[in-house]
């Protein structure tokens, strides 16, 4: 995979909710870095059974849409893995953007914190999980699950006997 070289400056040429510029913006910033196998404008084109196909830690379905083709490209990659990369408010910058990865694609369990995982850009746009900036990493099997793989990370990229799923 080449490095993504992402600034402020080229994340910001990138603004408005439209599917032209996330399309555009995707095909800048994504597709030439991965070997992408579809691209997906819809759920059951990548294998999904519905719209909002996964669930929180907690058993509650999430509330993330599969594709909103404003600001929302999913993507399959060669080694199974859904990508989505979202501009939420319609602005590309650290406050709204952010990437959900599937990391075994629409095979199950599809829950946040097990085989689903948000990812920010920080301050430098490297890509860090959803709450690496904090200390005290909540995973637990009540939690919504978004705090998880900032977990693993904090722990040397080890699932630990306390992570609520080993």
Same mark, same amino acid.
């Given at each position: 995979?080449?490095?993504?070289?992402?600034?402020?400056?080229? !994340?910001?040429?990138?603004?408005? /909710?439209?599917?032209?510029?996330? @399309?555009?913006?995707?095909?800048?910033?994504?597709?030439?870095?991965?070997?992408?196998?579809?691209?997906?404008?819809?759920?059951?084109?990548? $294998?999904?059974?519905?719209?909002?196909?996964?669930?929180? /830690?907690?058993?509650?379905? *999430?509330?993330?849409?599969?594709?909103?083709?404003?600001?929302?490209?999913?993507? !399959?990659?060669? @080694? $199974? =893995? !859904?990508?989505?990369?979202?501009?939420?408010?319609?602005? /590309? @910058?650290?406050?709204?953007?952010?990437?959900?990865? &599937?990391?075994? $694609?629409?095979?199950?369990?599809?829950?946040? $914190?097990? &085989? *689903?995982?948000?990812?920010?850009?920080?301050?430098?746009?490297? =890509?860090?999980?959803?709450?690496?900036?904090?200390?005290?990493? +909540?995973?637990?099997?009540? &939690?919504?699950?978004? !705090?998880?793989?900032?977990?693993?990370?904090?722990?040397?990229?080890?699932?630990? +006997? &306390?992570?609520?799923?080993?």
């Amino acid at each position: 995979m080449k490095e993504r070289n992402l600034n402020k400056h080229s !994340l910001a040429k990138a603004t408005g /909710v439209n599917y032209t510029t996330i @399309d555009a913006f995707y095909k800048k910033y994504w597709h030439p870095y991965f070997k992408i196998i579809k691209v997906c404008n819809s759920y059951d084109e990548c $294998g999904y059974k519905s719209e909002r196909p996964w669930r929180y /830690v907690s058993n509650e379905p *999430a509330t993330i849409l599969f594709s909103h083709r404003d600001y929302r490209v999913p993507f !399959l990659t060669s @080694d $199974g =893995f !859904l990508y989505s990369c979202s501009i939420a408010s319609g602005s /590309v @910058d650290n406050s709204n953007f952010n990437v959900f990865v &599937d990391i075994n $694609g629409p095979k199950g369990p599809n829950i946040i $914190g097990i &085989d *689903a995982f948000s990812f920010d850009p920080t301050d430098k746009n490297v =890509f860090m999980p959803e709450g690496y900036d904090i200390s005290a990493t +909540d995973c637990t099997s009540s &939690d919504h699950g978004y !705090l998880c793989a900032a977990k693993i990370i904090k722990d040397n990229w080890e699932i630990k +006997d &306390d992570y609520p799923w080993r």
